[in-house]
């Protein structure tokens, strides 16, 4: 089991930048990929990032592939979540997860944390 926290998220302007991080506690944490969701007001939530349990592989929604980098410190249990070029777009509540990688790509266990808001202003 894992439990997750998340941080970082705050108001920014479009165009700049945010890096999110998502600290997780309990042993297990390595052997998770993991990834990052976002939950805009009214909508679903959404998937932005993910990344294996190594980080040799790296998913991507394409609404944030150039501008987002996911990555992790297995040896801190950290995730994060590097944002530039933000826009109004990108304004929602982001979550951490952790999860499987598969044939079809990540797959959450059910494991989040409460989540960070990230508002850009246009």
């Known amino acids: 089991q894992v439990q997750l926290v998340e941080s970082g998220g705050g108001l920014v302007q479009a165009g700049g930048s945010l890096r999110l991080s998502c600290a997780a506690s309990?042993?297990?944490?390595?052997?998770?990929?993991m990834g990052w969701f976002r939950q805009a007001s009214g909508k679903e939530r959404e998937f932005v990032a993910a990344i294996t349990w190594s980080g040799s592989s790296t998913s991507y929604a394409d609404s944030v592939k150039g501008r987002f980098t996911i990555s992790r410190d297995n040896a801190k249990n950290l995730v994060n979540l590097q944002m530039n070029s933000l826009n109004a777009e990108d304004t929602a509540i982001y979550y951490c997860a952790a999860g499987s990688w598969t044939f079809a790509g990540f797959r959450t266990l059910g494991y989040w944390g409460q989540g960070t808001q990230v508002t850009v202003s246009s």
């Open positions: 309990g042993r297990t944490f390595s052997t998770y990929a």
